[in-house]
């Protein structure tokens, strides 16, 4: 069985996912289907390329991510199939990839342009049925090399100011990048950069981080590990970033945290 | 590996599809799980024979189609088993299956009336589990023949005026089966009687769509080619019929459009 | 293939449950998974238990059920690998499991703590993708025993009062579970209790039905059995307990049930 994920923006009411795995499955029947996301907001380009690239690396060599947030379906955007260490990546070339280019080792996308690989007639408004989904099923059957699908592209589409940064010499600079269901806030601040800087600084108090008005006074390892359950912590999240949390509630709906708060990291 | 999709309102929370798919993996490990929509609105048999009739043709040959909206369980209402062009459909005999009747080439239905290939014990409150999860997965074994259900239904129940018509010299009379995920508003108007309409016309300004007192003063090929982000343009939507929508935005909250509302096609 | 079933607290929106199956298709690519609910309220342990519960007995032999609600993640509790009735059962030992173990005719718990079952490293916040994804993938494969995992745990964390209980002469007591997308509100009071009762006391004019202020007179076989559609009535439910309704409405909105409200059952 191949893999397939999807991450879309169409929500879990409407049959445009299913169709997209109808159509899939008269390419190839031999696969196992993995709904990364379908809450992505509609249009949120930025949203569905760090769900991506979190949930990517979990996912075996070989696996296929289709991924459709496409605002501009009908225009010349391009279609993208994508290589990415040992994994492939298809969807529009419009930056929701950015994150997985970034990070890879190695990397190879071509443009999808075969109408051999697509279906016979294309929508002005559904490229994710006629064009993405045909081309990950292709992909899935094994025996479709890369450049079948197109010319290469040497520079797809990228989103600006996706990494946090060191901005000073103790400061750290960065975003919150989703706020989960649990009302957690994961930032872009990664562990490793956190750690470079602990290192370099030994600073003597630890670190702080600020969003908007309000401050976590230093990070934990645990949820259970908050002393209480009304003030903002921070911790490592499953993703290796820094994750502002309220013990056993909701830091969005207490603090009023949102993606794209900018968020600053503080060593003292 | 069988194709076996679901259309239900159930919503996404209740175990109650879980439970159906642990029901047909009893009667056969080999299955391949579509969710079409659980998001049907409660009891609301029109949305999903829309929905339903929308998805079934991009799923290849020999899929089965489970559809469970079933506010008359426990009743008189039959269970149905319906065969057409090659595709399978199982589901209450409440007019869920209408408008894949009134698409096939050729079809049959039968009665599912046979115990043995039902659940041993028949509760009053889930027939999506106790019969037609069962029928469904009979289905995806092979081997069962639709006659093995139960005698033939020569006369499914059909919801009535499903389709759009040609109601003067130069309009087209049809409503709003859908508004989705993105607010865009899918009618029942196709894009072949706007074309027939067109060809025998040959109208000098082209058409405008009413609904309510919201006039789209013609269609376009994509979104990406509306003149603007505030005004209602359509276009043909991937299921080839006329779509409402708003460039980037959403038809349905800035012009308060819903599925049932009549739509005019003025040919001028 | 293997089945493996998954119920969360993870809402629908993120990536968590797909990362989850990605790590278990990394350990074993013939798996079909069956989403049971990921909506369990944020960290109600006694939801996930109830729906659990609910939904396994539909699932074969041999069918591995996954469930992770769990806000102590990262502390010192136990994670549990069960074998119960021929199924088998992951998750954290804080009474999520407490149905499905009051019902195994035989069952047997082992500790989760060989480090060779779970990723390399373990996070601190999201053991649904370090520990139990690959607990439930490992025992998916076959051939790793349950010994294989850590030693037995002889007494798992339960939740208290799950089971509704006859209180007195004519009465039974009980507690609302859920109330579900259709707005039926399900109790814990079961059919085999209600009817043992019957058996014994020959009440002369049958039961009713107290939730609240409400009084439900009477239980009829299936929803359409109701009189009308204002009033609230009881029919067994498709899990074999009470459940209160409104024929074609919802109980849940229409009398303001919902889950933890005391019911009573008076034979009279």
Excluded: C
């Excluded at 709904?35 to 075996?60: C, K, M, S």
């Excluded at 999808?112 to 929508?123: G, V």
């Excluded at 009302?183 to 872009?188: D, E, F, L, P």
């Amino acid at each position: 069985m191949a893999i397939v994920t999807l991450t879309t923006d169409f929500g879990y009411a409407e049959p445009y996912v299913g169709v997209m795995k109808g159509v899939m499955l008269g390419i190839n029947r031999a696969i196992t289907f993995v709904d990364l996301t379908h809450g992505v907001e509609a249009r949120n380009i930025r949203q569905a390329a760090f769900a991506l690239a979190y949930a990517a690396p979990w996912f075996p060599e070989g696996a296929i991510h289709l991924a459709v947030v496409d605002p501009g379906v009908g225009t010349q955007r391009k279609a993208l199939a994508l290589e990415a260490d040992g994994q492939f990546f298809v969807g529009p070339d419009n930056g929701i990839l950015t994150l997985v280019i970034a990070r890879a080792g190695k990397w190879r996308a071509d443009e999808i342009a075969n109408p051999e690989l697509s279906l016979h007639e294309i929508s002005g408004t559904f490229h994710g049925r006629d064009v993405f989904a045909p081309a990950a099923a292709w992909l899935s059957r094994g025996g479709v090399p890369l450049e079948a699908f197109g010319p290469p592209v040497a520079g797809p589409e990228r989103l600006a100011q996706t990494h946090a940064m060191r901005s000073a010499g103790n400061l750290i600079e960065g975003e919150v990048v989703h706020t989960d269901h649990f009302g957690n806030a994961i930032t872009n601040i990664s562990r490793e950069l956190v750690e470079q800087m602990e290192r370099e600084l030994e600073p003597d108090d630890g670190l702080e981080i600020i969003v908007g008005s309000v401050t976590a006074p230093g990070m934990v390892k645990t949820y259970s590990d908050a002393p209480d359950s009304t003030s903002l912590w921070a911790t490592f999240s499953s993703g290796g970033a820094i994750e502002l949390f309220v013990r056993g509630g909701s830091a969005a709906r207490l603090f009023g945290l949102k993606a794209g708060d900018h968020v600053e990291v503080r060593f003292f």
